[in-house]
């Protein structure tokens, strides 16, 4: 008697984690991409600085 009382909030609580756990893993990749490509910008920066200074010289 107690499990049909209280299977319909736990199918509604599972599914409701289920999918808010999809969108925070889609979110987290998101993230991760535009992080990926700030830091990759900003060391091929750096990388072009050092060799402008080391091969430009003191002018």
Avoid: D, H, Q
Wanted: hydrophobic share 60%; with cysteine; net charge positive.
């Amino acid at each position: 008697m107690m499990t049909k009382k209280y299977f319909p909030l736990a199918l509604v609580a599972l599914l409701s984690s289920t999918l808010m756990s999809c969108e925070l893993v889609t979110g987290i990749f998101k993230a991760g991409v535009w992080t990926g490509i700030i830091v990759v910008v900003i060391v091929l920066a750096l990388i072009i600085w050092l060799i402008s200074r080391i091969f430009g010289g003191n002018n």
